[in-house]
Structure formats: C-alpha cells, structure tokens
C-alpha cells in the first residue's frame, strides 16, 4: 500500500509530475539560493559558448533535483539523457551512455549514490578528461585503449551525499544542497498545480493541504489530488479549509504531516525505548519497516521539525515529541 506522506515517487507520481514541470528557472518555486546560484552558472556557460561544469544536487527525496536537472537542460538549450544509479550495473553499460553522448548534451543519473564502485572508476577519467579508458582483451594480452568522447555535463541527484565516494564528489564543480520548503512556498505550489488542474482551491484550503505535506513539494502535489477527489464527492467540489481537513484526517495525515510510520517511530520511541536513545537497527526491527527508509525518507523531516535528535548513543524523541503525543516525560529525559 502506497504511504500518503512517503516522498518517494509512484509511478503514478512520476506521471504526473512530467505534467506540472516546470520548464524554466522562473517557473521554479523555493529553493531560492540554489535557483539563483544555478542560473548564473548557466547564463555564464551559454555566454562563454561551453558546456556547464557537472552538478550535484542532493537532499531529501520529492524536493526538485529531477525538476531542477530538467531546467537546466531547457535553459541550456540542450536534450538532457536520463538513467540512474542501480541501472547503470556494468562498465560497459556506462561506456554505451557516454560514447552515444553528443557535444554539449546533459546526463542526469538518479540515486547517483548506488552506482557500483567498479562503474565509479570508469567515470572519472570521462568527468575530468572527457576520455574512456577501455581495457581490451584478457590476462596478458589485455591492453588499454583510450576513447575520446563529447564533452558533456553530468547530473547527479542523490538523497544519501555520505555515501558518495570523495573522489566522485571531487569531480564535481557545482554542488547544492535542497532543503525543505516552507509552508508559504509550498501554497504556492498547490495553487500553481491547482490551476494547472483546473481545481478549485481557496487560500485557506491552499494553507492547509501546505501546513501538512511535510515541507515536501511531491506530498503537496499527491495530498492535493486526493483532497480533490473527496471535494468531489463529499462536498460541492471546492477545496475549503474545512474540507481540506477532513479529507486529510480520513487520510490520517495529522496537523504536523505524520502518517502512520511517522507515528510508529516516535511511539515505538517513546513507548518501547523510554524515549531512547536506540539505534535505528532497533527501532526498524521494532515497527518491521526498513532501516534506509527511516533514514532517508522519516528521519529527515522528524529532525527538521525538532521531533527526533541523533546522539552518538542512537535517535533520542524530544520534549516536543511527547507533548504531542500526550505523553508523560521522564525526570531524565528533560536533559535535551
């Protein structure tokens, strides 16, 4: 079953959202230093006449890294080739990308993070020199071949920047970091999307479908359809304050955006480990979820909003964390 306030992308997220991109830097909602920073490097390149140097775009899933790489190919005037990190399994894989590049194109790779290690090394040479090295043959007869190819800038989106190796992210010239947006941004969106729809939202509706997607753009965009879908049928097709209410307590997305694992988490935190600290092993085997999914997609945002804090010891609930779950604090706990 499909988590409401999971931000990693459906398929049916994937469909959309080719339908809502925007094209260009000033149809880009939020991440206001980035866009600024990227639009200069992409107008000096276009003034120079030479390719933009390669881009790193990391953060939380659902925050505009694909949208991002999409505005910098249009802007560019140049097509932009998409793969992903897990797709690429072999060097030969990459060697066909690249030599099928032409001058000046974009490579975007998804979860550049999860690329093997032994495809790794091949890129180097390609992000620096614009060269292959190909090794032919076997045993003693093997010999090294050098390829030329185009130049061309790569694209890399990655929610786990930890896990990318420093000679990768050396190889880098432009690096950014996405943050969370805003509730005020995050209106906006509902509203651009809404009138791409032709929904029917107010403001009020707007702020609350914003104030509960969890500072994510892509939980904005899946609450707002489903919203629609109970304005539809539950009241006269407009999507009031009120209506947004309902139709996300059906949803059980509460005022603070949690979902159920959400709830899980700091319950089996607060509950099972008084309040920790507990490692994360723990808490996955103890709510049976994954441990990279708590770290990439609940842990993020539970930090963020000042539910959850790291210690060396493991992840420790806040005192904010057992206000809102009405739950008594222990004498030792109030030290945070």
Do not use: C, W
């Amino acid at each position: 079953m499909t988590r409401i306030a999971n931000p990693r992308p459906t398929e049916e997220d994937l469909k959309f959202e080719k339908t809502i991109r925007p094209m260009n830097f000033s149809e880009f909602i939020g991440q206001e230093k980035v866009k600024q920073n990227l639009k200069v490097f992409v107008e000096a390149a276009i003034k120079r006449r030479e390719s933009l140097d390669h881009v790193l775009l990391y953060g939380p899933p659902g925050l505009g890294k694909t949208s991002l790489s999409y505005i910098i190919a249009n802007e560019m005037g140049r097509p932009l080739k998409a793969t992903s990190g897990p797709a690429i399994e072999k060097p030969g894989d990459l060697a066909a990308i690249l030599t099928n590049l032409k001058d000046g194109e974009i490579l975007f790779i998804d979860e550049i993070h999860r690329m093997p290690s032994i495809v790794e090394e091949i890129l180097y040479p390609a992000l620096e020199d614009f060269n292959l090295d190909l090794i032919i043959g076997q045993g003693p007869n093997a010999r090294t071949y050098k390829l030329s190819i185009p130049k061309f800038t790569m694209i890399g989106a990655t929610t786990r920047a930890g896990l990318i190796t420093p000679a990768l992210r050396g190889r880098f010239g432009i690096i950014h970091h996405l943050d969370f947006y805003s509730p005020g941004e995050l209106k906006d969106i509902v509203e651009r999307t809404a009138g791409i729809l032709n929904i029917s939202v107010d403001d009020e509706g707007a702020m609350e479908i914003a104030m509960r997607s969890r500072g994510t753009p892509r939980i904005a965009n899946r609450l707002l359809r489903r919203v629609r879908d109970f304005a539809e049928i539950k009241a006269d097709g407009k999507i009031t304050a009120s209506v947004a209410r309902d139709a996300l307590e059906m949803l059980e997305v509460d005022q603070m955006g949690f979902d159920e694992i959400d709830r899980k988490i700091l319950d089996s935190i607060i509950d099972k480990f008084n309040g920790g600290p507990v490692g994360v092993g723990t808490i996955a085997a103890s709510i049976n979820e994954e441990k990279d999914t708590i770290e990439e997609v609940y842990e993020p945002f539970l930090i963020q909003v000042g539910f959850l804090i790291r210690t060396p010891r493991g992840r420790m609930a806040t005192e904010k964390a057992f206000k809102h779950f009405g739950k008594e604090i222990k004498a030792h706990k109030k030290l945070f």
